[in-house]
């Protein structure tokens, strides 16, 4: 009897709110849908707010193989910008890449631009395309183009500062000693412009 009394009671509370046990249970799931659509949108929002905004700074370690000059150089560099929208990024450098072996050095100046992807199954890694065009001044040899297309990721490590990781082909201006690279005899003769060249970097970046 007991059973039924509370079979009753529900039944009764039920019509007196004037909804049915169907009823009950569409609105679970409404809520249900709601309360999942607010998860995900909370989620694509965090995933913008990690993407910086406004002032932009980065300094960067940097290793060419080979680059302006005929063996690998390695040097640093800064950028500086701004984000125009919440993905993409406008800017630009200067650095310095210095020639190991032949002890000679570019100054690249360029402008930057990169584009970010924002996807909420990456929370944790934000990858983006970047392109560089600008010039180069040798500290040897005269001037040229710089370029660069890079593809890279995003790692933030607190709210403002973040490692990137880029790598990408360049095209530059190339040079060598009296228009040869491997032999003694030229080798005090000065560095001159010849020629363009096609090379591949790495770079290891700090976002802040």
Same mark, same amino acid.
């Given at each position: 009897? *007991? ?7 529900? =039944?009764?509370?039920? &019509?007196?709110? %004037? ?10 799931? *409404? ?15 965090? =995933? ?12 960067? =370690? ?9 063996? !690998?150089?390695? %040097? ?16 630009? %450098? ?36 970047? =392109? *560089? ?9 005269? !001037? ?20 990137? &990781? ?43």
């Amino acid at each position: 009897m *007991r059973i039924f009394g509370l079979i009753f009671c529900v =039944l009764a509370s039920c &019509l007196a709110f %004037g909804q049915t046990p169907e009823d009950i249970q569409r609105e679970h799931l *409404r809520k249900k849908n709601i309360a999942v659509a607010s998860l995900k949108e909370d989620k694509n929002s965090n =995933l913008i707010d990690k993407i910086p905004s406004g002032y932009v700074g980065t300094v960067a =370690l940097e290793i060419n193989a080979p680059g302006a000059y005929p063996e !690998s150089a390695a %040097g640093v560099e800064t950028v500086h910008g701004w984000m125009v929208k919440p993905k993409i990024f406008l800017g630009a %450098g200067v650095g310095y890449i210095h020639s190991m072996r032949y002890n000679e050095g570019v100054i690249p100046i360029f402008a930057e631009a990169k584009f970010y992807f924002a996807s909420e199954y990456m929370r944790r890694i934000y990858p983006h395309l970047g =392109l *560089r065009l600008g010039g180069q001044l040798a500290t040897e040899g005269g !001037s040229g183009i710089y370029s660069q297309a890079a593809v890279g990721f995003r790692i933030p490590v607190t709210e403002k500062i973040a490692l990137n &990781l880029e790598v990408g082909p360049q095209y530059v201006t190339k040079y060598t000693r009296g228009g040869r690279h491997d032999s003694t005899v030229t080798y005090k003769e000065p560095w001159a412009t010849n020629g363009y060249t096609f090379g591949f970097f790495g770079r290891l970046g700090i976002e802040f």
